[in-house]
């Protein structure tokens, strides 16, 4: 018979008091447990994947460690959190960010045992699964993402600024539009000439990691752009910062923003591989701000430049674009700076659709927007809207391409021929007769 004990891991300042407390209760056996320290969130990831179970994870929340990427890392091991707070711990919502209970940084053992079996199991047999744990609330109403990249040089960040400029004319977002530069090498400030430096994307991220922000506090991270209708939120100061970001409060960022706008048109960079396509963790988390807003996009806009080597460059974009998940129908491929020679487009497109033959994406994909070629210098520098003949074509295609996703048929919905018996048969001398609904 196996004796069925608690086995906790602890995450928290090597010399935090309640840590030495939990593990002279667990070696004294004053509580059936068996304590796991860790001082690293590392270490913490580690001990999650190593395939054992763990009936909770008690993480200090004053360490610097504690973030939504360790609960999460916790939840997807079917290990619920408890946050330890005391005086110096920042403000946070348990509800929001995943974690099951507090208890102060000063709790007793009756304390503990009162949580742990109100939210936790106790582990015998190595065999028995973990219990899943409930999904965190998703709210309601969620604004559109539309997420614009493109290689370097190709003009993908001045597409953005056209596509935002075009929908915060429509009436119906209220002039509630934002251009979010994601892009990891920023350049929406000098395009913008924006004088301040912040607050930005790593402000509103930073705000994210352990909170949700209300859309007032989200909307006070972004500046007016008035002669173009939109509001417009910085983007990294360093490319390195990038490092200081954490793959979660990215997502529950995005998520912030989507609440406190009706349109979200996100720059990002044209690096989008993970871990599943070249095998490193680092490069994956690198590439998680344009990773994160091309998935949840509803149209991706996917920017080249003309010539044999744009061409090339855009095919390979849309290729990445597809290995990672994102649908052949949400992707809007733009040639910007196209010639005006009706002949010199249809060979683009025919390039185009030539590349991409092998991956099949030719046919889920729409042709491409030519994006004319334009002098843009002054009207940038200025601060002007920029020209319809530069808005018009890829605000249509992005309108055309929502549009096609809102009309989307559920899959499935023609009836399936079921052979005789398949269902199974009434059980004999059934009687249905009374008690019909």
């Not at 054992?52 to 939504?68: E, I, K, N, W, Y």
């Not at 690198?286 to 010539?307: E, F, K, W």
């Not at 491409?368 to 809207?385: A, I, M, T, W, Y």
């Not at 005789?420 to 059934?430: K, M």
Request: net charge neutral; with cysteine; aromatic share 4%.
């Amino acid at each position: 018979m196996t004796t069925e004990r608690y086995v906790l891991l602890g995450l928290a300042p090597a010399r935090a008091p309640w840590f030495a407390s939990m593990a002279q209760w667990a070696t004294a056996a004053t509580i059936a447990a068996e304590f796991v320290k860790c001082v690293s969130a590392d270490e913490v990831r580690a001990r999650l994947t190593s395939g054992r179970r763990h009936s909770a994870l008690l993480v200090d929340a004053g360490s610097p460690s504690f973030d939504r990427d360790v609960v999460d890392a916790a939840r997807s091991a079917s290990t619920p959190v408890i946050a330890i707070r005391d005086a110096r711990s920042p403000a946070f919502s348990s509800a929001d960010i995943g974690v099951v209970a507090e208890l102060p940084s000063t709790f007793g053992r009756d304390d503990l045992l009162d949580v742990l079996t109100a939210h936790c199991q106790m582990i015998g047999a190595g065999d028995q699964l973990p219990p899943a744990l409930d999904e965190a609330s998703v709210p309601l109403w969620l604004g559109q993402l539309v997420a614009v990249c493109g290689p370097g040089g190709t003009g993908a960040s001045t597409v953005a600024i056209a596509l935002a400029q075009g929908l915060a004319a429509d009436v119906r977002h209220g002039r509630r539009v934002v251009l979010a530069d994601l892009a990891r090498r920023a350049d929406q400030a000098m395009l913008h000439d924006a004088q301040d430096l912040g607050p930005g994307a790593q402000e509103l991220v930073e705000a994210h990691r352990l909170g949700r922000p209300e859309p007032d506090e989200v909307w006070r991270t972004t500046f007016d752009v008035p002669r173009r209708g939109y509001r417009l939120l910085l983007g990294l100061r360093r490319p390195e910062a990038w490092s200081a970001l954490r793959p979660r409060a990215i997502d529950a960022s995005l998520v912030g923003l989507r609440r406190a706008f009706q349109v979200v048109v996100a720059d990002v960079a044209g690096d989008v591989e993970g871990e599943a396509e070249c095998g490193s963790v680092d490069v994956e988390e690198r590439n998680h701000l344009a990773r994160s807003a091309v998935l949840h996009s509803s149209v991706v806009v996917a920017v080249g430049a003309p010539g044999m080597k744009g061409v090339h460059s855009l095919a390979g974009l849309v290729r990445s674009l597809l290995a990672i998940g994102v649908a052949g129908g949400r992707i809007v491929p733009v040639i910007n700076r196209s010639p005006r020679n009706p002949r010199s487009r249809a060979e683009l497109a025919r390039a185009l659709a030539g590349l991409l033959a092998p991956t099949g994406g030719e046919t889920a994909l729409a042709g491409p927007v030519h994006v004319p070629e334009r002098k843009l210098e002054d009207v940038l520098r200025d601060g002007g809207p920029l020209p319809g003949v530069v808005v018009n074509p890829v605000l249509h295609a992005v309108r055309v391409v929502s549009e096609r996703q809102l009309d989307r048929p559920p899959a499935d919905v023609d009836p399936t021929r079921i052979a005789p018996g398949s269902l199974g048969s009434w059980p004999e001398g059934a009687d249905f007769g009374a008690g019909g609904g």
